[in-house]
C-alpha cells in the first residue's frame, strides 16, 4: 500500500475506534444533542461516567451558571460604557474614576473571568482521586497567582470608593445589578467546590480563586454603580451589621 494509502487506512482505523466519543459531530462540528444522556448520566474530562445530579456536576453547573451571569454583566457595562472608546479607558492597573470609562474598564476583566471559569470547570470535571495522572496535567488554574490579581483590582477600585460600613441593597443600575447576581452565583459556586476539596476531588486553588472572585465581583457591583451615576441604597445606620454580608 502506498504511503498515503497507508496513512488514510491508519486514521480510518482511529476514527472508528473513536466513534462512540464522535456521536455528536457532524462535517461541519457537532450537534448540540448527542443522546447519551437520556438516562440521566453525563461524562467527566476523565471519561468517567456519573449521575447528573452527582455533586460534581452540582458544581460545574453552578460554574456555568456563573459564566452565563458575568455574561450578561458584561452586555450591561458595554451598553453602559456606549460612546466611550477604549483609548478613553486606558487598560491599566488602576481603576479610572468612576463613569463610562469605568465600566469599559471593567469589560476584559469579566471577559478574563469567564476564560478562567473554563479552567475552574475542566478542574472540577477531573476528580483527582480517579483520575489518571495524564489527565490531571491537562487541567489546574494557579489559584494564589490570580487571587493576587483580582485583590490588586479590588484595590484600585475601593480606592474610588466611599467606606462602606453598612449592608447594602444589591442593585444600582442594571450593570451593577448583574455583578451583583453574579457574586451570588460566584459564592454558590464557592459553595459546591468545598465538599470537593475537602474529598480531594479538587485542588483547593479552585476554592481561593471563587472566594476571591466573589469579593472582586461585590466591589464590581459597587463600582459600576457609581459609574452609572447610581447612589447606594443602604439598609440601615451603623448598627446594622457588617458591610458584606460574607456567608
Not at 462535517?27 to 461516567?49: A, H, M, Q
Request: proline share 6%.
Amino acid at each position: 500500500m502506498r504511503p498515503a494509502l497507508s496513512s488514510l487506512a491508519r486514521s480510518g482505523q482511529r476514527l472508528s475506534a473513536a466513534a462512540p466519543a464522535l456521536r455528536g459531530f457532524t462535517r461541519t462540528g457537532f450537534t448540540v444533542y448527542t443522546r447519551t444522556g437520556d438516562k440521566g448520566k453525563s461524562s467527566l474530562f476523565n471519561g468517567e461516567r456519573r449521575r447528573k445530579d452527582d455533586v460534581v456536576f452540582d458544581a460545574l453547573g453552578a460554574v456555568d451558571e456563573l459564566s452565563a451571569a458575568i455574561g450578561l454583566a458584561r452586555a450591561h457595562c458595554e451598553e453602559g460604557a456606549a460612546g466611550c472608546t477604549k483609548e478613553e479607558a486606558v487598560e491599566a492597573s488602576v481603576a479610572p474614576a468612576p463613569g463610562p470609562a469605568g465600566l469599559r474598564w471593567l469589560l476584559p476583566q469579566l471577559e478574563g473571568a469567564q476564560r478562567l471559569l473554563l479552567d475552574v470547570g475542566s478542574a472540577i470535571a477531573t476528580p483527582q482521586t480517579s483520575s489518571s495522572e495524564k489527565h490531571l496535567q491537562r487541567v489546574g488554574i494557579d489559584g494564589a497567582a490570580e487571587a493576587s490579581v483580582l485583590e490588586a483590582r479590588i484595590d484600585t477600585m475601593d480606592a474610588q470608593l466611599p467606606p462602606l460600613t453598612v449592608f447594602i441593597l444589591p442593585g444600582g443600575g442594571a450593570p451593577a445589578a448583574a455583578l451583583h447576581m453574579s457574586r451570588a452565583v460566584c459564592r454558590r459556586s464557592e459553595r459546591c467546590v468545598v465538599p470537593l476539596v475537602e474529598a480531594g476531588d479538587c485542588p483547593a486553588e479552585v476554592g481561593v480563586y471563587l472566594n476571591r472572585l466573589s469579593d472582586y465581583f461585590f466591589v464590581a457591583a459597587r463600582y459600576a454603580a457609581a459609574s452609572a451615576g447610581h447612589a447606594e441604597e443602604r439598609r440601615g445606620d451603623d448598627k446594622a451589621g457588617p458591610a458584606t454580608g460574607r456567608v
